[in-house]
């Protein structure tokens, strides 16, 4: 079975500009979480998505966002990128909610 | 609002030699999982292993086992016959089982690096 994809892998976007990043999970999982893990935060729970709703969210502003569709695949959005918002971010999928997360290779975003 | 605190930032092992990677978390719910993640190089997160913490037996994977003190609150990982293969970063990670009501995902300790010394 498939893992847990990603994409793009890498990205690099200026100051202001908005991003969006996916992730497909592992077929047949329902639940996405997303997270971001930066050297100085360490990771940090970004919000999580089960049938299409979002179920938790963590501390983290409006400019970050996302969504899931009927085939489990989810999109985080950021608007305005700021400096600060470069970190690998990281999904996660699990069968059920709460369940174990298996994650994928992240995706690296890097502003300038 | 749960916490996890993993206190050794680096810790070094001979290859195939045994070392502990200390976790510690604080919780007032009286039923989570737990887990040790492992992130090599790559930046890929890989699952080590899970406990329950309703179950009193201690969880294993092969070399992977852990020491699961409930009323102490210590989760520790025991890497038995080290292999150059497992120098990574290891998070603990606590995960609630309560669904909604503001649950925070998985909680991440720091992590611990991991050196092996062939």
């Known amino acids: 079975k498939a893992g847990v994809t990603q994409t793009p892998r890498y990205l690099i976007k200026t100051r202001g500009q908005q991003v969006t990043l996916s992730c497909s999970p592992i077929s047949g999982h329902r639940s996405v979480s997303w997270y971001q893990q930066t050297p100085g935060q360490g990771l940090q729970f970004l919000f999580e998505?089960?049938?299409?709703?979002?179920?938790n969210k963590g501390n983290f502003p409006g400019r970050f966002s996302g969504r899931q569709f009927s085939n489990s695949r989810s999109e985080m959005n950021v608007s305005t990128l700021e400096l600060g918002d470069s970190a690998l971010y990281l999904c996660a999928s699990s069968l059920l909610h709460p369940d174990t997360q298996y994650f994928g290779p992240g995706t690296r975003l890097t502003v300038l | 609002a749960q916490t996890v605190t993993q206190s050794q930032p680096e810790m070094s092992v001979q290859e195939a030699e045994t070392v502990t990677l200390s976790c510690t978390y604080d919780?007032?719910?009286?039923?989570?999982?737990l887990f040790w993640y492992k992130q090599p190089p790559s930046r890929q997160m890989i699952l080590v292993i899970r406990q329950e913490a309703y179950k009193q037996q201690n969880a294993t994977e092969n070399r992977f086992s852990v020491n699961f003190q409930k009323a102490a609150k210590s989760f520790s990982l025991k890497i038995s016959d080290s292999q150059l293969g497992d120098a990574a970063m290891y998070f603990c990670a606590y995960s609630t089982l309560y669904s909604g009501g503001g649950a925070d995902g998985l909680t991440f300790g720091k992590g611990t690096h991991l050196i092996i010394q062939p």
């Open positions: 919780t007032s719910e009286s039923d989570y999982y």
């Open positions: 998505y089960f049938s299409e709703t979002q179920r």
